[in-house]
């Protein structure tokens, strides 16, 4: 079965990075569609990135410019590079995939996938 493992994740101070990872196994992240989202304490899940089959990605406006997702398809790994961090980036982090080439316009709808991993918590000090 699909497994994702999401690592990565810690206490920084606002306006530094950090890059999470997701292994994914019994599933290529060079094939398909995968995504990352977040859940900030009380609130719903919402999408941050997409990567489809052809490395083509859409990113929520909130991390547009400061956030990079990418795959390493030898490894068959996912990163989400975060950089500029803000306070308001905390929240658990968690990879998704679906067996699908392209992510399309639902792409940051927790519909759209098929696959979740754990989450890593992620918390920005401001």
């Known amino acids: 079965q699909v497994q994702l493992a999401e690592s990565g994740g810690g206490s920084v101070e606002a306006g530094t990075s950090l890059t999470l990872s997701c292994a994914a196994s019994?599933?290529?992240?060079?094939?398909?569609?995968m995504g990352w989202f977040r859940q900030a304490p009380g609130k719903a899940r919402e999408g941050i990135a997409s990567?489809?089959?052809?490395?083509?990605?859409n990113y929520a406006d909130s991390v547009k410019g400061r956030f990079s997702i990418s795959k390493d398809v030898a490894k068959n790994i996912l990163y989400l590079k975060m950089t500029s961090l803000k306070s308001e980036d905390t929240g658990v982090y968690y990879c998704?995939?679906?067996?699908?080439?392209?992510?399309?316009?639902?792409?940051?709808?927790?519909?759209?996938?098929?696959?979740w991993g754990q989450g890593t918590q992620v918390t920005v000090s401001s």
């Open positions: 998704a995939a679906v067996e699908a080439y392209w992510c399309g316009g639902g792409w940051s709808g927790t519909g759209r996938y098929d696959y």
């Open positions: 019994q599933y290529r992240v060079g094939d398909y569609c």
């Open positions: 990567s489809d089959r052809d490395g083509r990605t």
